[in-house]
């Protein structure tokens, strides 16, 4: 099973609005990472965030991080059409059997229209 | 410097045969992560590597194999190929292991079983 969920699933959005998308998580974490990917091709690292922290800036990408509730998000300011792509989230689990091993979370897709 | 690569980027097999693919780690990254990606189960972990050693392995049968050489380029073998492994396979390599940077990934292999 993943260890992340994401919301919503599909994201539609026009050129210059704001997108933001949520990821909730099940077991405690070391990290939690985001990543894009365009059209079915490799992930492109974005942001990582580490549980003892809150918020993170990188570029027009904010992300929080609520460990008591267990989830996060990540808002992408200003978008643009080149940011159309799948999201993952995706936690470093806190166990020793976790080591090394991400779970994603199942994505959102956003669509940034001109 | 170069990226994380993947070869070959596409590849089409028939039932019951087998099928290595390659990752070469982005240069100095000691720590090479194997994903499998489909659309219905999404982003799994199938194994991590550290210094030619597996530190980690998801919950795929025993048919799902890799390794790792002493210039940290690692290799996964799928033998008596089945058509539900069709699925991109990702590669991902990092620096320590462990998830604790951030991994950079491969424009992964695209594997379709016929």
């Known amino acids: 099973s993943q260890q992340g969920e994401e919301d919503p699933q599909a994201l539609s959005i026009q050129e210059g609005e704001n997108a933001t998308m949520n990821c909730s998580y099940k077991?405690?974490?070391?990290?939690l990472q985001w990543y894009r990917q365009n059209s079915g091709r490799g992930l492109v690292h974005l942001i990582l965030?580490?549980?003892?922290?809150r918020e993170k800036h990188s570029g027009r990408l904010r992300v929080t991080l609520d460990t008591s509730k267990k989830s996060s998000s990540l808002l992408i300011t200003a978008s643009r059409a080149a940011d159309t792509a799948s999201y993952f989230c995706?936690?470093?689990?806190?166990?020793?059997?976790?080591?090394?091993?991400?779970?994603f979370g199942a994505g959102t897709q956003v669509v940034v229209t001109p | 410097k170069a990226g994380v690569t993947q070869t070959p980027r596409y590849l089409i097999k028939t039932r019951g045969q087998q099928v290595t693919l390659s990752c070469s780690p982005i240069s100095g990254h000691r720590s090479v992560s194997w994903y499998q990606q489909t659309p219905g189960q999404g982003l799994q972990f199938l194994f991590e590597y550290f210094s030619e050693t597996q530190r980690n392995k998801g919950n795929f049968p025993g048919r799902f194999s890799g390794r790792q050489f002493s210039n940290s380029r690692s290799e996964m073998n799928v033998s008596t190929l089945e058509l539900g492994d069709s699925a991109l396979y990702l590669c991902a390599s990092s620096t320590t292991p462990g998830g604790n940077y951030g991994y950079t990934f491969g424009s992964g292999t695209r594997l379709t079983v016929v």
């Open positions: 965030i580490r549980s003892n922290e």
């Open positions: 995706a936690t470093d689990a806190e166990t020793t059997d976790s080591w090394g091993k991400l779970q």
């Open positions: 077991t405690s974490i070391n990290n």
